[in-house]
């Protein structure tokens, strides 16, 4: 356990789901499109290969966004998605490739997170001040070439109570 840093938001949820494949991944990645509030921001942390960028290419699907116009950016690091023009976005950012938060502003962040969109963003150590505190954190380790364990933190009353509406698992205590 860290420090509690002052601003932390008083509800905090946590649940664990173990999925056995890709397409429980999507499933999963649906079960959350589901019940996600507007506005809502989702971090998503783990290894190169994980599944983030395929967890979010799920919750794109379930809202009719075709999921394959969802992949890692090359140019910019910031994509927005939305099923009809002006309808509600889907924003994908993956900062793995930010040299610093001062270049944030260069990206786009901030017109991408007006309005009511989700926002979906890979690597957010990257970008730890600029995010807000009321936010879903989502923590994908791979326990097999196929299987996953996925950890979603909602922390703030709506986020929390979306992540209570995926179900799952209480998650195990740490090691003693
Ligand atoms: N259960 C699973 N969930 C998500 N991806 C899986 C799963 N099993 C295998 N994969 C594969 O792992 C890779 C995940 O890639 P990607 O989503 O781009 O990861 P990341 O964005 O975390 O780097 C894909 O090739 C996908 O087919
Ligand atoms: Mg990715």
Known sequence: MGLTMPDDPPVVLERTVAVADEAATRQLAAAL???????????????????????????????????DTVISPTFGLIHEHSLTPGGPRLVHADMYRLAGLEELVETGWDDA????????????????????????????????????TFTFRGKGAAQAAAVQGIGGESPAPGPE
């Open 33 to 67: 499109a589901a019940v996600l509030p507007r506005p809502c921001l989702v971090t998503l942390e783990g290894d190169l290969g994980a599944g983030k960028t395929t967890f979010v290419k799920g919750v794109a699907a379930a809202v009719g966004i075709d999921p």
């Open 113 to 148: 997170c007006s309005g009511e969109p989700w926002v979906f963003v890979e690597w957010p150590e990257r970008i730890a001040a600029a995010l807000p505190a009321e936010r879903i954190e989502l923590l994908i380790t791979i326990d097999a070439p196929e299987r996953r």
